[in-house]
């Protein structure tokens, strides 16, 4: 099963608006990581939150993390016709021998001129 | 720049075929990991590698294996093709966080 399941499963903005996507979790972490995907690439990390930190900035990326709620949000302000793209949490279970990382479904962000 | 490159982005092959797809990273990252991307279900891990020829098994290594022959190189093998292992199949490389992803091979088993 999966251990993040984000919310909501498509979004479509206009340029300029601001886009929140959800990812909540099962079982607890050591961090919390979200990727991008553009159609038909791999995928790019965008930014860490350790399970102590509550929120992160990264330009126009926020994060936050509830880990009593087990649930994070991304939020991309200011969005841009380049922001179109799949988003993925991915929550990081570290089993001695490599960090592993486990996804959820992604949220597909469509943002129109 | 990491680079994680995937040998081939689009790929067909027949049922009860063997079929390799390959993995090269420049970063010598320790490890390196196989997902399979379906609609719906996100990346599931197939098999990872923590150092050369050491291997683990992912979440659905049922009818895959791999090879770590060398420390750049991670190869992932279906030993007998079947029509639902057409997928898109992402190859990563990491130190430790996070991982580098190659742009992906689309596989189609006819």
């Known amino acids: 099963s999966q251990q993040g399941e984000e919310d909501p499963q498509a979004l479509s903005i206009q340029e300029g608006e601001n886009a929140t996507m959800n990812c909540s979790y099962k079982t607890s972490?050591?961090?919390?990581?979200?990727?991008?995907q553009n159609s038909g690439r791999g995928l790019?990390?965008?930014?860490?939150?350790?399970?102590?930190?509550?929120?992160?900035?990264?330009?126009?990326l926020r994060v936050t993390l509830d880990t009593s709620k087990k649930s994070s949000s991304?939020?991309?302000t200011a969005s841009r016709a380049a922001d179109t793209a799949s988003y993925f949490c991915a929550t990081v279970r570290n089993t001695g021998t490599a960090s592993k990382l486990t996804f959820g479904t992604g949220t597909r962000l469509q943002v129109t001129l | 720049d990491v680079k994680v490159t995937q040998s081939s982005r689009y790929l067909v092959k027949r049922t009860g075929e063997k079929v390799f797809?390959?993995?090269?990273?420049d970063m010598d990252h320790e490890n390196m990991f196989w997902y399979r991307q379906d609609p719906?279900?996100?990346?599931r891990l197939i098999y990872f590698s923590y150092d050369v020829k050491m291997k683990e098994k992912g979440?659905?290594?049922?009818?895959?294996?791999?090879?770590r022959e060398k420390k750049e190189r991670?190869?992932?093998?279906?030993?007998s093709a079947s029509t639902n292992q057409?997928?898109?199949y992402l190859c990563a490389s990491s130190f430790a966080q996070p991982q580098h992803f190659g742009d992906g091979t689309r596989l189609s088993i006819l």
């Not at chain 1, 972490?29 to 991008?36: A, D, G, P, S, V």
């Not at chain 2, 719906?40 to 990346?43: D, N, Q, T, V, Y």
């Not at chain 2, 979440?59 to 090879?67: A, K, L, Q, T």
């Open chain 2, 40 to 43: 719906g279900l996100g990346l």
């Open chain 2, 59 to 67: 979440d659905i290594p049922e009818g895959y294996s791999v090879s």
């Open chain 1, 44 to 60: 790019v990390h965008l930014i860490l939150i350790r399970s102590n930190e509550r929120e992160k900035h990264s330009g126009r």
């Open chain 1, 74 to 76: 991304l939020l991309i």
């Open chain 1, 29 to 36: 972490i050591n961090n919390l990581q979200w990727y991008r």
């Open chain 2, 21 to 25: 797809l390959e993995c090269v990273q």
């Open chain 2, 74 to 79: 991670f190869s992932l093998i279906l030993e």
């Open chain 2, 86 to 88: 057409t997928s898109m």
